[in-house]
């Protein structure tokens, strides 16, 4: 009985997972197309939200791959899934609080990380694995796409040169939706098999099914839908950061970004050198700017999404690694509930954190616009290096104020210091 | 160190990536240029000068923009295009395939 609850309550986190993946990650595709204005907000989630479902149905090549290589899969028991999946969607919510695209497949590998460390110590950790698979790839990832986005921007800054403008953002528009919407489709493909096999490791580890079964149908319906779920609720939040943050984007740049990453993402998989979405298209964005003469890129945004990337492994291992203690300490069937209690508390106060400040899906998508037009561009558009200039007028009091004390209840459940000021810098 | 970074797959997808991620959208913007033309100035980016007389003349930026393209210039355009759309079939073949 226990166990069976236990399972459940590890396959219903697993999709919550699945749902922030989606919620996070919409931003990698359509943040580009959402600030050229190639397409409407609710139509760039909408699409987005169905290349997801599609993509999660075309290919089940990876699934059950997710933590093989890095953690030791013998110790990876029913407590050590669900505390790591735990950290994983604790680290997603937060930086999407803070407007922060951060990899959601290394907040998961940190989550898990840290629950086999509190469960059997460093022994559990592959970390030749952590190392090769996680950490070198966090750092290559934006560089390669900085390159590809820098040198593809670049090409078609020269070539369109002379060519009519209307021509131009009219051509690059449809090319914008096109290269986007193959980048929802991969994201799909790729992403919504994490949670598939992290769900198939826990039915392994419940005994559920046997340790060579195939992925069950449900659970590739279940997660598609999660996913999709997520991806149409759009992080506006990240959405915002992308599109807006980093460049000030046109629809070439936009073109040769989505590209880049569309390039960049389905290569390295080919390649079998895989490299997170979300480090790939923000390295693309960087680089559409870095490309593109005359273009400004907000540096100081690019370096504090730098820094999240570096927090993201310890900060979603050591919540992985807290829950696990708080799930053995209490014990049993209690020892469990209190860290599902653990996730719903720390959800509820980012949500009602993320309530109080206006970047909100549930304002309609036109309030968002309102926002955006009033809130970025006058200020981006007097001061030229807008990165610093953005952080201290704008939200300062608001921030202060409201989101302050929801980050300190978080902190409470281990992640570590997040610097307030980098809320504001991200509005 | 070589079994932490996996060097080949790496200089893989850098060039790979170098070639589609960028050719891609390089080809579009020829394509784009070939058939659309340039405005007489030439070099500067004119759309001050420009615009005006299309806007009057119609809604068909391509058509409104510029003369009929020139035969080659449209094969050159239309091949462009065409190794940019079979790139994104490329791409979708490779997906569905399972390939990665």
Redesign the interface.
């Known amino acids: 009985m226990t166990e069976t609850l236990l399972l459940a309550l590890v396959v219903v986190t697993a999709l919550a997972f699945d749902f922030t993946n989606g919620f996070h990650d919409t931003g990698n595709a359509m943040a580009t197309s959402i600030a050229t204005r190639a397409l409407k907000p609710r139509t760039a989630v909408a699409l987005s939200a169905v290349l997801n479902l599609v993509?999660a149905f075309?290919?089940?090549?990876?699934a059950a791959t997710i933590a093989k290589g890095i953690v030791d899969a013998g110790v990876v028991t029913l407590p050590v899934v669900l505390a790591g999946l735990v950290g994983g969607i604790v680290w997603n919510l937060l930086t999407w609080l803070l407007g922060i695209p951060s990899s959601s497949s290394h907040a998961l590998v940190g989550g898990m990380v840290g629950a086999v460390l509190a469960a059997v110590g460093t022994s559990g950790v592959l970390w030749?694995g952590v190392?090769?698979k996680v950490l070198?790839p966090a750092l290559?990832a934006p560089l390669?796409a900085i390159?590809?986005?820098g040198?593809?921007?670049w090409?078609?800054a020269k070539?369109?040169?002379?060519?009519?403008?209307?021509?131009?953002s009219?051509?690059?528009r449809w090319?914008q939706i096109?290269?986007a919407s193959?980048v929802s489709?991969?994201h799909g493909?790729?992403d919504a098999q994490k949670s598939m096999g992290i769900i198939l490791l826990a039915l392994i580890a419940g005994g559920a099914v046997p340790a060579d079964a195939g992925v069950p149908l449900w659970v590739i319906l279940s997660c598609a839908i999660a996913m999709a779920i997520g991806t149409y609720l759009g992080g506006w939040r990240v959405i915002r950061t992308l599109g807006k943050g980093l460049v000030e984007i046109d629809t070439?740049q936009g073109?040769?970004a989505e590209?880049?990453?569309?390039?960049?993402i389905?290569?390295?998989?080919?390649?079998?050198?895989?490299?997170s979405t979300t480090h790939v298209a923000t390295g693309s964005v960087l680089g559409s700017g870095v490309g593109m003469p005359g273009a400004k890129v907000r540096w100081s945004v690019a370096g504090r999404m730098f820094v999240a990337w570096g927090l993201t492994l310890p900060a979603a291992g050591l919540v992985g690694a807290l829950c696990h203690w708080l799930e053995s300490a209490i014990g049993g069937t209690a020892g469990t509930l209190a860290v599902v209690a653990v996730l719903v508390a720390s959800s509820a106060a980012i949500w009602i954190a993320s309530r109080r400040k206006p970047v909100d899906h549930t304002n309609v998508n036109e309030k968002w616009d309102e926002d955006k037009g009033a809130d970025v561009e006058p200020v981006a558009a007097t001061t030229g290096e807008a990165g610093g200039e953005r952080v201290a007028p704008v939200p300062a009091v608001a921030t202060a104020s409201s989101v302050g004390p929801a980050i300190e209840s978080v902190r409470t459940v281990g992640t570590p210091d997040t610097d307030t000021s980098a809320n504001g810098g991200m509005r | 160190m070589s079994d932490l970074i996996e060097w080949s797959a790496l200089g893989q997808v850098l060039v790979a990536g170098m070639l589609v991620g960028a050719g891609i959208p390089a080809l579009f913007a020829l394509g784009l240029r070939l058939w659309a033309g340039t405005t007489p100035d030439g070099e500067d980016t004119a759309a001050s000068a420009e615009p005006a007389p299309h806007d009057a003349a119609g809604r068909a930026p391509g058509a409104a923009t510029i003369a009929r393209p020139t035969p080659v210039r449209l094969v050159g355009a239309i091949l462009c295009m065409t190794v940019v759309v079979g790139a994104i079939v490329t791409g979708l073949v490779f997906l569905v395939s399972g390939g990665h």
């Open positions: 993509g075309l290919s089940l090549a990876v030749a190392v090769s070198v290559l390669i390159a590809v986005a040198l593809g921007t090409c078609v070539l369109t040169r002379g060519v009519s403008q209307e021509v131009t009219r051509g690059f090319g096109g290269s193959l489709l991969a493909t790729n070439r073109m040769a590209t880049s990453s569309a390039a960049v389905l290569l390295s998989s080919h390649f079998g050198f895989s490299l």
